[in-house]
């Protein structure tokens, strides 16, 4: 079911952060931004979502969005002129909103993609299903492609709802607190530190001591110490990418 875009806004009830998605099926959305704090923001209208379905534009009787591959190969391919009319409809509302096409040829999306993409006023963000989308489309309407790894899913809709929740749950009033985001894996370059909670002692194994020492300086060392090994152990590609971004910041500040 479509949820309904909230009011336009003005100066005291700005728009919220606004996502319009094209998708073959409506009925995926909103589906896991429905629940939690993701579904409570958008209850509290800190953001909005719009679903618009792609059939709805197609000339044909049948609703046929899809066409063989030029040049032969398996599948099949949405048609140009039925993707184009679709986003075309959100233009208006478009405010300067990017446009996204999932995709696994896309850049693989970061945390830091998302933070300039929350930083926004909101995605209109299309998903392929078939073989995928007409080059056309993408090229003319100038569309960003993002990915969400290297594997391949059946339809762009899984892949849309974790972009949109990665971005919600950084809009202002979303979480509850500040904390909740700074200290979080990618946030400072490399993955987090591993967490534990009560009991002190489960199954033979003990919380690390320091964590229950209440030294604040030895516990923020450990952590650091930890989110070091974890990363080179387990990314060497960004523990690489976070020792030449120091590097480069101790430089500047020689
Ligand atoms: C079966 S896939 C198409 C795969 C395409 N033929 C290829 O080989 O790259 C159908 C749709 O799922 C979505 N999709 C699949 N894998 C994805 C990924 N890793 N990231 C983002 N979207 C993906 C895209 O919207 C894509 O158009």
Redesign the pocket.
Known sequence: MSDKLADKGSEKDPKPWTVSVLTLFPEAFPGVLDVSVIGSAKKNHLWALETIDIRDFSANKHRTVDGPPAGGGP?MV?KPDVAAKAIDSTLSSQDGRPLI??????APLTQKRVRELAAGSGLIV????????DQRVIEARDIEE???????????EA?AQALIEACVRLLPGVLGSHESTVEESFENGLLEYPLYTKPAKWDGRDIPPVLLSGNHKAIAAWKQAQSEEITKARRPDLWEKSRSAKKETDHERD
Not at 101 to 106: A, C, D, E, H, N
Not at 126 to 133: D, I, K, P, Q
Request: aromatic share 14%.
């Open positions: 599948g949405i096409y999932l995709s696994p040829r896309g299309f998903c392929g299903r078939f073989e995928g989308l993002i990915s969400l790894g290297d594997f391949v899913l059946a339809g762009g892949a």
